[in-house]
């Protein structure tokens, strides 16, 4: 049978009349909370001064009036003094005797959200009999009944005080289990290290911020919890926390390829609080938007030059076609026109591979089959290379199907193979391995048996302009890929093999693919006209669809809905939470894709790409398809 709240408030407070005491709970604000009938009948109070609200002062004033303290000189002055006890009110037994004659024994106790509880006790009855034992002191010593009342009262005292532990014990009981679930439901682990480095306190999140580390490690030594790679990253901090300097400092977690966050406060009494975070996709879009930045900054300083530069190599083409068609020339003259058009147009070419560099592009995730990804770029790969260089690729990604943009990443590969094959001369052999790492990246590892990079390549080789093959190279091929990785948040990296060679690591954030659905979607999109377009999309692609104009209004229907089987969302919506803040507050609960006009440089559009896909408008649904394909689709 389920209880209703008055059904329950009903029966409190026929269980605090049944109690022989006198009881009331006034709260922060000097009004009355709640008190049980005794309260009522004890001081002979009207029904106004027991209802909840009622205030302390017109409560004082009334029992003050009607002498329950004897004789009272100015009401006023009695009533503000009183009132200034309760406002700093402690915990406190006494006994009264009243205007009527009878004693009561008054305890109090504050309490944690403001307020106290007051319980009084008619004792009158221990009184008299007190009296009796004196009146009667001719067999008794005078020294004994002092020593008996004085202990009777030490004992009531001693009750009151230990109702009054018990009730603190109770409440912050209560207050530890609010704050452990509190600190249990953050994403982020907290804990405490004692002097010895063993754990005192965790929260219990270790496992989600480190992935394969234990989750109950209270007891447990932090080198134990965390692993040697790990423990000899943060062993430096850890050390000078232990010497009273907080420090906040970041690590790449080799076992997970995740990003930590971790600081490290000193704690007065001996150990270090923890508190440590998962910065992997914060790490991703900051990335991104610093290479967008570099990018902007690039833009600025060569749009103008390469105008200037591009109207003088209009010009130098203009003169020489003139200059090709002058009668009589010298016999010689025809080859010098030739090769001064050859080398305009190449520096044509020039300022449009500059144009790409610094130009911002915007990224088209599809869903992409890893495998068949690869397979597409042997096909690619092979005419390009000579018949003694030899090219091996390794999957080691399965059919993994993610959300790439599938023609940057070819391009860049096969920037990458050419390279190698420049390296490799006539003879020699490339590897392409890809790979999955963790759940955080997806890698692309090229190898090459060339004579490897030199230390001024390892050191500028992605500089714009830099390169190791005079005039055959435009030195723009590795800064491209460079900017390509760190625009999309992840990496390129640049070694030389122990055996031989070059090795080049392309690494890119991990979103795996959507799934496909024909379930129900939820359209977020504030433009009507829009919207009824994107509907009608959605419906041609078998979805059925709910829409929102908002990202709270989009929040209010997940609660409500909890078959919804995807989102889409436009970033700039009504109100002030955007897209980007719907997909943080969905994140890892509903597939979710994101769509904008903003161009791809745009901080929102930035932000957007390190929570989830984002469709470039206008698309069309084949567009939206690509996004959504199952991998069987993918393969076609």
């Known amino acids: 049978m389920h209880i209703t709240e008055a059904q329950t408030k009903a029966m409190t407070t026929a269980g605090l009349n049944l109690i022989a005491q006198a009881l009331t709970i006034y709260d922060s604000d000097l009004r009355l909370v709640v008190c049980n009938a005794p309260f009522q009948q004890m001081f002979s109070l009207p029904d106004a001064l027991v209802t909840p609200g009622a205030t302390f002062e017109d409560t004082i004033r009334h029992l003050a009036e009607t002498g329950e303290y004897g004789e009272v000189g100015n009401v006023d002055s009695f009533i503000q003094e009183r009132e200034a006890q309760a406002r700093t009110f402690t915990a406190h037994y006494m006994e009264r005797t009243r205007a009527n004659g009878r004693t009561i024994s008054v305890e109090g106790s504050p309490l944690p959200q403001g307020g106290w509880v007051t319980v009084y006790t008619d004792i009158t009855a221990v009184k008299q009999h007190e009296a009796l034992l004196r009146a009667r002191s001719d067999a008794l010593n005078d020294q004994v009944l002092a020593h008996t009342e004085q202990l009777a009262q030490t004992n009531r005292e001693r009750a009151a005080m230990i109702t009054t532990l ?74 000078q926390a232990y010497a009273g300097e907080a420090s906040v400092f970041e690590f790449t977690d080799d076992a997970s390829a995740r990003r930590i966050r971790v600081a490290f406060t000193p704690d007065t009494r001996g150990g270090v609080y923890i508190l440590s975070m998962d910065v992997t996709e914060e790490t991703q879009t900051r990335v991104a938007l610093q290479q967008t930045r570099k990018r902007e900054l690039a833009t600025q300083m060569i749009s103008g030059l390469a105008h200037d530069f591009s109207n003088l190599l209009t010009i130098i083409l203009g003169l020489q076609s003139r200059l090709g068609r002058l009668p009589d020339l010298p016999a010689a003259a025809p080859e010098l026109i030739e090769s001064t058009l050859a080398a305009a147009r190449r520096g044509g070419t020039l300022l449009s591979a500059i144009a790409d560099v610094t130009g911002p592009r915007a990224v088209r995730p599809v869903a992409t089959r890893l495998d068949t990804l690869l397979a597409e770029f042997e096909t690619l790969a092979a005419p390009s290379l000579p018949k003694g260089v030899q090219m091996q690729t390794i999957n080691e990604a399965g059919t993994a199907q993610v959300l790439i943009d599938r023609g940057k990443i070819t391009d860049s590969l096969l920037n990458l193979l050419l390279n190698a094959r420049d390296a490799c001369g006539t003879t020699g052999q490339i590897t392409l391995t890809q790979r999955l790492v963790h759940d955080t990246w997806v890698e692309w590892v090229m190898r090459d048996t060339g004579a490897g990079l030199s230390p001024q390549a390892l050191e500028r080789g992605f500089d714009p302009f830099f390169t190791t093959k005079g005039s055959e190279g435009s030195g723009l091929g590795l800064s491209m890929v460079y900017d390509m990785s760190k625009s999309a948040g992840g990496d390129l990296r640049l070694a030389n093999h122990p055996q031989g060679g070059a090795v080049i690591t392309l690494r890119l954030p991990y979103r795996p693919a959507l799934p496909a659905t024909t379930g129900l979607v939820l359209l977020v999109e504030d433009d009507d006209q829009l919207r009824e377009t994107l509907r009608d999309q959605l419906m041609t692609l078998g979805h059925s669809v709910i829409e929102a104009t908002s990202a709270d209004e989009a929040t209010a229907l997940l609660a409500d809905l909890p078959d919804i089987a995807l989102i889409l969302s436009d970033i700039q919506l009504k109100g002030e939470a955007t897209g980007v803040d719907l997909a943080a507050r969905v994140a890892g609960h509903t597939p979710l894709v994101l769509m904008t006009a903003l161009p791809a440089d745009h901080p929102l559009h930035i932000a957007a790409s390190g929570h989830a896909p984002v469709l470039r408008k206008p698309f069309s649904t084949d567009d939206l398809s690509r996004l959504l394909a199952t991998p069987d689709m993918a393969a076609q």
């Open 166 to 239: 018990e009730e603190t014990k109770r409440q912050l009981t209560e207050s530890e289990a609010r704050m452990r679930l509190t600190t249990e439901m953050m994403p982020a682990h907290i804990a405490h290290v004692d002097a010895t480095g063993h754990y005192t306190y965790s929260n219990r999140r270790l496992s989600g911020v480190i992935p394969g580390r234990p989750s109950n490690i209270v007891a447990m030594h932090i080198s134990d919890a965390l692993g040697d790679t790990a423990f000899a990253r943060i062993s430096p901090a850890l050390t």
